[in-house]
T-cell receptor
């Protein structure tokens, strides 16, 4: 079975500051891990995906995430926040490389000018 | 079409009525997924299809929920005898193959009064 826990339902950063969104997973099999972003009134959009090829995964819009098996974590980071990054972010896990995903509860990122 | 299209965008119905939610995936996409998202939560898997075959319906909450994709393209999610607890955003996603990234629609917001 798989599960995902996102620590912090709301995160607020200043424009230009580091963004860190936390995700811990549980999986009985080697996991596939994902980060999705959801802008208001839009569908979810894939930011990045971990499939065991490399522990540091680079995604779109300057985001990246590092898979740490020892910590069962897959935190999302971006060195410098932009106003356009304000959105809701979801971490997800799958036990197989399919679209059947288990999502976390989401973290809303606020970016202050 | 350019993206995954869902209709209607909003659906308000009375308790006990049946509703049908439509999903038109990206042209040529083999796999189609239905998710449900309650307010403040992440999406929850309901069911998925490869072509017209329903591969997994383990996420459907009960037998009032059903889905079909008769010609391997458009899909309909039907909820019979709706209840207030069915109120949620219903999201559809498609992918070109089972292990490719998901493209989500904007969803149908269902409100059961």
């Amino acid at each position: 079975a798989q599960s995902v826990t996102q620590l912090g339902s709301h995160v607020s950063v200043s424009e230009g500051a580091l963004v860190l969104l936390r995700c811990n997973y549980s999986s009985s099999v080697p996991p596939y891990l994902f980060w999705y972003v959801q802008y208001p009134n839009q569908g979810l959009q894939l930011l990045l995906k971990y499939t065991s090829a490399a522990t540091l995964v680079k995604g779109i819009n300057g985001f990246e995430a590092e898979f740490k098996k020892s910590e069962t974590s897959f935190h999302l980071t971006k060195p410098s926040a932009h106003m356009s990054d304000a959105a809701e972010y979801f971490c997800a896990v799958s036990g197989a490389n399919t679209g059947k995903l288990i999502f976390g509860q989401g973290t809303t990122l606020q970016v202050k000018p | 079409g350019a993206g995954v299209s869902q209709s209607p965008r909003y659906k308000v119905t009375k308790r006990g009525q049946d509703v049908a939610l439509r999903c038109d995936p990206i042209s040529g996409h083999v796999s189609l997924y239905w998710y449900r998202q309650a307010l403040g939560q992440g999406p929850e898997f309901l069911t998925y299809f490869n072509y017209e075959a329903q591969q997994d319906k383990s996420g459907l909450p009960n037998d009032r929920f059903s889905a079909e994709r008769p010609e391997g393209s458009i899909s309909t999610l039907t909820i019979q005898r709706t209840e207030q607890r069915d109120s949620a955003m219903y999201r559809c996603a498609s992918s070109s193959d089972r292990n490719e990234k998901l493209f989500f629609g904007s969803g149908t917001q269902l409100s059961v009064l």
